[in-house]
């Protein structure tokens, strides 16, 4: 099973650009490396189970810096813009809602682009950071999520990725999974099924 299954339920190419949002069953202990957005302020929103946001004070963005924050059923947590963060799921896993302000529409593709892989069987994790056999995957990922990382060994591996590699496979990935209709189909799925 993959760490992350994301749902895109609200698309920044519907609404004006204002925002984008994403329900998200995240497997026992899922996470994500520590990074930081500078396009974008992230919400969680916690549905059920257990789950940590780890941030440092609005606008550091050392990983030295972060605290734990464990989230209640029903609570939210807001990371501002050049914020070192990261989260982790409970040990049961947990739901939670993701908003994106204003809209991230390159981070609704990554959520496209996670189930395309999923079904195709090519996906599991990228939680961990970047190894010598995802490193590409996530250099394309972290550049669409606007995700800039904050470990040495994070960024030194994405660094030596190859640029015009990079683009051909983010590029790829894009038609194959999350082109605009796509992502327009997506919500429009969630909608029927929430009916």
Known sequence: MADKIPTLTESGLLNGGKRSVIDSELGPGST???HFHTLFTENFKLLSGEMTVIMAPEGVKDAAAMKEIPMKIGEDNTV??????TFRAGEQGCRVITTFEPAAVD?????LIMHGLQEDAEYKSWGGGAT???AMLVSVLSELTD???LLDKDSEMLDKQDKEAHNKFKSELIN???TDDMLKAAVAKHAAASA
């Open 80 to 85: 501002p813009k050049h914020t070192a963060h």
């Open 147 to 149: 995700s800039h990382p």
């Open 107 to 111: 981070f609704e593709r990554v959520m």
């Open 176 to 178: 194959k999974y999350a």
């Open 32 to 34: 994500t490396f520590p």
């Open 132 to 134: 010598e056999e995802n």
